[in-house]
C-alpha cells in the first residue's frame, strides 16, 4: 500500500506472540511501514540500539519489564513515539499511559485497522513537531 510517511518503522513488543505476529502483518499489510517484532522488553530496548524505530506498540504486562517502564526508558534515551496496549485496563488508565510518555493507549482487544489510524496519527504529529 502506498503511504506519503516513508520511510517508517514501527516496533511491536508483546509477550504474546500469536498477538504480536499477527499485528505486524497487519501494519506491514494494511499500512505498507516496515515493522519488526519483540517478545520482551529487552529484546526491544535492543532493536532500539540497533536501528531508528519511529513509533513502538507495547504491552503493558510483560514478564521481564511493564510496558511503562520500557516507555519511560524510550522516552528518555530515543525519539520514538509510543503506544500502549493492554488488556488489564482495569490496573491501568489512560493518564497513567500518557503522564509515563506514551503517545496514545489501546485497550486489547487491538483492532489492525484503529491500530493503524493510531499510528499514521502519531507519525504525522511527530513530522509537525519535528520540522
Not at 25 to 40: L, P, W
Not at 44 to 56: G, I, S, W
Not at 101 to 114: C, Y
Amino acid at each position: 500500500m502506498n503511504n506519503d510517511l516513508y520511510p517508517v518503522h514501527i516496533l511491536i513488543v508483546d509477550d504474546d506472540k500469536s498477538l504480536g505476529q499477527m499485528l505486524k502483518n497487519a501494519i506491514i499489510k494494511g499500512a505498507g511501514f516496515d515493522c519488526s517484532f519483540a517478545v520482551s522488553a529487552g529484546e526491544a530496548l535492543q532493536v532500539l540500539e540497533e536501528r531508528v524505530v519511529d513509533v513502538v506498540v507495547t504491552d503493558i504486562k510483560m514478564p521481564d519489564m511493564s510496558g511503562l517502564e520500557l516507555t519511560r526508558i524510550i522516552k528518555e534515551k530515543y525519539d520514538s513515539g509510543v503506544i500502549v496496549i493492554t488488556g488489564y485496563y482495569e490496573d491501568f488508565t489512560y493518564e497513567q499511559a500518557i503522564e509515563n510518555g506514551a503517545n496514545d493507549f489501546i485497550e486489547k482487544p487491538v483492532r489492525p485497522t484503529e491500530l493503524i489510524i493510531r499510528l499514521k496519527r502519531i507519525l504525522r504529529e511527530r513530522a509537525i513537531w519535528n520540522k
